[in-house]
């Protein structure tokens, strides 16, 4: 029963049984709620709204201090053109981008289209890939989205988000990386450092990779979005890391309102001890 249902202060009278009928196995009925008590608690409750814990002059600053130690930041996987970094970002899936690198380097020497990629063929790309997580399935995939990118866009990496998301193996964090370091979108990658760092430091919380990328958007300073994700994501793999974050080398530490903050729960306990 729900909340806007209204209850009869007085039961209906009961319907008389029908004569030689048995009311042994009659449904039970529901028992009329009492005037006055309360209404049942609805089972679903609303869903929290994402928001970042920084004010925006907070949020600006945080940026403009990412910006004045590394104006431009670039991502760490090697690639010669849109259509190599569309390949190193899906191969980059549960892999690290050292470990991406070390095997797209000899192979984008020798195969940097859709077209080579199709002609070197499956088993080739496998055996050159062979040193990446399910790598099998990478290959697999690769030489699909590249018949795709053939047969559909002439060859050539579609600007736009819907259209990357349709190749086989790439997700939104994909599109999302070639549509900002190929084409200068200011789009936000929400990648595993990236992912924790946000909810850890609290900048832009959210369950889900989608909510951390779209409060994002709505919290970063424009003047920084184009690069905010590289920021963030270098900050995560090499400061805030998982296991311990680097709080004494960090250089929004004083800003930052994480609980795991070593820097500013030390000068809270220093003042306790004066």
Excluded at 73 to 78: C, D, H, K, N, S
Excluded at 92 to 105: E, M
Excluded at 189 to 195: C, S
């Amino acid at each position: 029963m729900s909340e806007n249902q209204k209850f009869s202060e007085t039961p209906p009278p009961a319907a008389a049984a029908s004569p030689g009928k048995s009311t042994a196995n009659a449904p039970a009925k529901t028992p009329t709620k009492a005037p006055g008590a309360a209404k049942p608690a609805s089972r679903k409750k609303p869903r929290a709204r994402s928001r970042s814990r920084y004010t925006r002059a907070e949020l600006h600053a945080i940026f403009a201090r990412f910006h004045a130690a590394n104006p431009e930041p670039q991502g760490e996987l090697y690639y010669v053109n849109p259509y190599t970094l569309l390949v190193a970002v899906a191969l980059s899936a549960q892999a690290t981008d050292v470990g991406v690198n070390k095997a797209t380097r000899p192979l984008f020497a020798k195969v940097d289209t859709p077209e080579k990629m199709v002609a070197l063929g499956e088993e080739a790309l496998r055996d050159a890939i062979k040193t990446i997580g399910l790598y099998r399935n990478k290959a697999k995939n690769v030489i699909a989205l590249s018949q795709m990118l053939i047969e559909r866009h002439g060859g050539e990496v579609p600007r736009d988000r819907a259209a990357l998301e349709e190749l086989p193996g790439v997700g939104r964090k994909t599109a999302n990386v070639v549509l900002n370091i190929a084409f200068g979108e200011p789009t936000i990658a929400v990648d595993t450092h990236l992912f924790r760092l946000a909810n850890r430091i609290g900048i832009a919380p959210g369950k889900t990779p989608l909510e951390v990328e779209t409060t994002l958007e709505k919290v970063v300073p424009p003047e920084f979005l184009l690069h905010a994700h590289h920021w963030l994501i270098l900050h995560g793999r090499y400061i805030c890391k998982a296991r311990k974050p680097l709080c004494e080398r960090c250089l929004i530490a004083d800003l930052c309102k994480s609980p795991e903050n070593t820097t500013r729960n030390a000068g809270k306990q220093a003042k306790k001890t004066d």
